[in-house]
């Protein structure tokens, strides 16, 4: 079964350093995103993208990258962390086909801890 | 700019009520609006899409009803069971030109037996 994996599934860190943050999706989707969910504030967009070598920003993105070299996977690097950052994070993916969109499928999260 | 509110958050139940959740989205310019489910430190599950032509889609005990011009969805749950209990959440597309999603914050369910 076609499906989206996210590693590692926890992560501690210290602050300053550079982390990244797999996803793989074996659906063949064209779009995929990065959310992150904090407590009052729900799931809110980071990066996406609609393709590869394409990406895009979203709503809190500083302090964040991404890269689509592949269909598959769009890894989230955070370039310094910081407390700030310590959050869960989603991953997903879907796909368009002209202006009908399909269920976005998401990933198990990766619970990062900044300290 | 889209926005997405729920309501209730929290909402507590009887097993066997029927029930529903709300969500109301600023933009009625919509070409789809999906439900979903999450259980505590879990990840989002899909229950439900609706494409902006449709106006109810239905899966098991669950319905989901759009009304584009009013800027709202509902879903039904019948016959609500304790294994219903979790939070829902409802997504939009940001914007016409793309399909990333903005969410609600979500109504946590609880069921009791």
């Known amino acids: 079964d076609a499906e989206i994996t996210q590693s590692p599934r926890h992560k501690i860190t210290e602050t300053g350093r550079q982390v990244t943050l797999a996803c793989h999706q074996t659906w063949n989707h064209n779009n995929m995103f990065w959310y992150r969910q904090d407590l009052g504030h729900g799931l809110r967009l980071i990066h996406y993208s609609y393709g590869v070598h394409d990406t895009n920003k979203g709503e809190v993105s500083d302090g964040y990258s991404v890269s689509r070299s592949n269909t598959e996977d769009l890894p989230l690097t955070l370039e310094s962390a910081a407390s700030s950052q310590t959050s869960v994070y989603f991953c997903?993916?879907?796909?368009?086909?002209?202006?009908?969109?399909?269920?976005?499928?998401f990933g198990q999260g990766t619970r990062l801890t900044v300290v | 700019k889209q926005e997405v509110t729920q309501i209730p958050a929290a909402l507590s139940v009887p097993e066997g009520e029927n029930l529903v959740l709300n969500c109301s989205f600023t933009?009625?310019?919509?070409?789809?609006l999906q439900w979903f489910r999450q259980d505590p430190g879990k990840g989002l599950t899909s229950l439900l899409l609706i494409q902006s032509s449709q106006r109810e889609q239905t899966s098991g005990r669950l319905n989901a009803s759009l009304d584009k011009s009013s800027g709202r969805s509902t879903l039904y749950i019948a016959a609500s069971q304790p294994g219903d209990s979790a939070t829902y959440l409802c997504?939009?597309?940001?914007?016409?030109?793309?399909?990333?999603?903005?969410f609600g914050k979500g109504t946590t369910l609880s069921v009791s037996s």
């Open positions: 933009d009625s310019a919509i070409y789809n």
């Open positions: 997903a993916s879907s796909e368009s086909t002209g202006r009908r969109n399909t269920e976005a499928f």
């Open positions: 997504a939009v597309p940001a914007n016409q030109a793309g399909t990333a999603l903005i």
